[in-house]
C-alpha cells in the first residue's frame, strides 16, 4: 500500500460513503481520496473520503463532499448503479414503468 492506489470492490455504496471488502492497511479517521468508477457505463465519481469503521466485513468510508459538482457526480453514479441493477432483475419494462427519475440529493 504505502500511501498508493488499491482496487476494492463496493459492498455497499449510498450517499453517506461506501462500504470495500478488501481494505488497505487504514484505520478509522484516516483520510484517503476515493475514486468509484463504472467503466461500462464511462462515469466517475472523485471525492475526499474519511474511514469511519474497519471490521472483519472491510471498511466503511464517509465521503466529505464540499461542492455541488461533487454531489451531482455522485448522484449520476448511483442513478446509472440503480439502474443497471433494476434493469437486471426487473427487466426494461417493469423499469421504466417505475421512471427513469434520478435520486434526490440529500
Known sequence: WEGGEWDAFTVNISWGGIQVDDPPPLEPGDTLQVRLVMERES???VSTGRVVWKGP?????????????EWAALG????????????KNVGKDAF??????SPRLP
Not at 466485513?57 to 459538482?69: L, P, Q, W
Not at 421504466?96 to 427519475?101: F, P, T, V, Y
Open 43 to 45: 462515469v466517475e465519481f
Open 57 to 69: 466485513e472491510g471498511m466503511g468510508i464517509a465521503f466529505d463532499i464540499s461542492k455541488k459538482t
Open 76 to 87: 449520476d453514479i448511483l442513478h446509472k448503479f440503480i439502474k443497471e441493477i433494476l434493469l
Open 96 to 101: 421504466e414503468k417505475l421512471g427513469a427519475a
